[in-house]
């Protein structure tokens, strides 16, 4: 079982998230996570072009997409469309084992016409951001592509059959999304004001995470004002700017905690922390131990 440790990102020109692909060649993200993983069992809000696929495989999950929360129980799960602001999390800080799998639309791109007429209308249904794949409804035979999708891809190497039937899965599951939501009929909405203001804002924050920000530099980066922008990250994020920038930090920090040996207040400093101090005892607020002991954990795993 290949468990994803942590998750560091990075951000194209467009603010959307770069994707650690399996194979940096082939634009499909598959691996078992784990919700204590993430600082406070809760995931940092982000949005890319790939559809996004959670399988909840013990636990349940409480899911966000552009604010709307939905539960995950055992054997359901969701799917994202591209460009949605979305991230996962525990109430209770309740562990949840779970199988994510992005995938990239280029990967069905091989005849133009069929793109436009079969692929785009799904994936540009900004009316749609998700769509919920219940384990006892209509949708459980995209559950199950989902696992036949890790079985033979989520290895740390996978075989030439493994990209064949990924393909194969995935062209099954977006027919099986293409009638779901009827999206051959469906208009494209165009997308909120609020949405293109939180993205530029999100953005800023990913340049400056090391640097001292402002509240007021942050709402200007989004062209709003500080109360406005504060109304968005409760809105869609149920976060505060602080919040959310703490989290990113720590987030960011697990990169040289982990795979370094560098020392804790080299890690504080170069995260946009001010202290060592404040840096363990957040630390240890979010992860329920010292960076020291958590990386000593990790690498005993």
């Known amino acids: ?22 194979n940096p060649r082939f634009p499909a993200y598959v691996r078992y996570g784990l919700l204590s993983a993430y600082p406070d069992y809760t995931a940092i809000s982000h949005w890319h072009a790939d559809l996004e696929f959670i399988l909840i495989k013990k636990g349940k999950m409480m899911y966000n997409v552009n604010g709307e929360l939905i539960e995950l129980p055992e054997g359901c799960g969701i799917m994202v469309n591209s460009r949605q602001f979305h991230y996962g999390f525990s109430v209770d800080a309740g562990e949840c084992k779970f199988i994510c799998i992005l995938l990239s639309p280029e990967l069905l791109r091989g005849n133009k016409w069929f793109y436009q007429n079969y692929i785009e209308p799904v994936t540009e249904n900004s009316p749609i951001p998700y769509l919920y794949l219940d384990c006892g409804g209509p949708h459980v035979t995209v559950l199950k592509k989902l696992d036949e999708i890790y079985t033979s891809f ?36 165009r997308e909120s004001s609020e949405l293109t203001a939180l993205r530029s804002i999100i953005t800023y924050i990913e340049e400056h995470y090391t640097e001292r920000m402002t509240l007021d530099g942050i709402a200007q980066s989004g062209s709003c004002c500080k109360s406005k922008c504060s109304l968005l990250f409760k809105k869609y994020l149920r976060d505060t700017p602080v919040t959310y920038i703490t989290k990113l930090r720590l987030k960011k920090s697990l990169g040289a905690l982990l795979d370094s040996d560098k020392s804790i207040t080299d890690i504080a400093y170069e995260n946009g922390f001010c202290g060592s101090s404040y840096y363990c005892e957040t630390f240890k607020k979010y992860y329920g131990r010292s960076p020291l002991a958590y990386r000593k954990s990790q690498s005993d795993v």
């Not at 190497?157 to 293409?178: G, R, V």
């Not at 939501?181 to 909405?189: D, G, K, Y």
């Open 154 to 189: 989520g290895s740390s190497a996978p075989e030439a059959e493994a990209y064949f039937e990924l393909i194969e899965n995935f062209a099954a599951i977006m027919k099986m999304l293409y009638e779901s939501l009827n999206a051959a009929h469906q208009t494209a909405a």
């Open 1 to 22: 079982m290949d468990v994803e440790k942590y998750c560091l990102s990075t951000f194209n020109s467009d603010s959307s998230e770069t994707v650690a692909y399996n």
